[in-house]
């Protein structure tokens, strides 16, 4: 039994299962629960939950997300109505672009992985190599593409992607046991857009020496 109060609310009687289906027609009705639950019931027979906060909380966590083939529910406020979109095709509309992550002042953008490293504050290259055989050798790294032995202590390292400009910063280290060990740029022009040399001495002496490990990182704008 339903009925509609005076002041427009429309009550519908709790029942254990919709009616009898109708081909061409769809059922909204209240199954009997505590509390109980807003249905549509499809002419084929299939029942839906209306969704509600309780509803919301309850559905099932997705563990094997496709980002092409899943939705996301958005509400958009022009059309007055609710839509459908893939993780893909959010993460590309609202995903920070390669000029919006170098100013660095957008705050209503995700940050895109794809972009993530045009930031000001993230590092565009880092490396770790070993030159303690004479042929340095690299461990580990970003972006760079190799590394070039110039003699000993003296180190030539190639940039993937390069800066735009020659004015990055690049952060040196060097270590070797029983030495005081100092890693500088190798001279004033040795920094350039693709590429920069290093060099490593020994502190006290000041004469080149190859370190057990040295590293460096680079800033700057791609």
Known sequence: ???????GSVFLTEKAAADTDV???GQIWVKTATPNVLKFT??????????????IANLTTETTTDPTADYLVLYDATDSA???ITPSQFTS?????????????????????AVQQFHPS?????????????????????????ITDNGVGNYGVVIANNF????QCIVLSAGLSGYRCASDLATKTSIGVGSFSVITSNQTSGAL??????TAVGYGDQ
């Open 42 to 55: 499809d002419d084929a027979g299939t029942d839906q939950d209306l969704l509600t906060n309780t509803n």
């Open 122 to 146: 993230a590092a565009k290259i880092w490396l770790n190599f070993d030159p303690s055989s004479g042929t340095p050798t690299i461990q580990s790294s970003y972006n760079v593409t190799s």
């Open 164 to 167: 735009s400009l020659a004015y």
């Open 209 to 214: 020496i190859d370190a057990s490990v040295a």
């Open 82 to 84: 609710a839509n459908k």
């Open 93 to 113: 509309n609202m995903g920070a672009s390669q000029a919006q992550m170098e100013a660095g002042s957008v705050t209503g953008a995700i940050v895109n992985p």
């Open 23 to 25: 081909a061409g027609d």
């Open 1 to 7: 039994m339903s009925k509609v109060t005076g002041d």
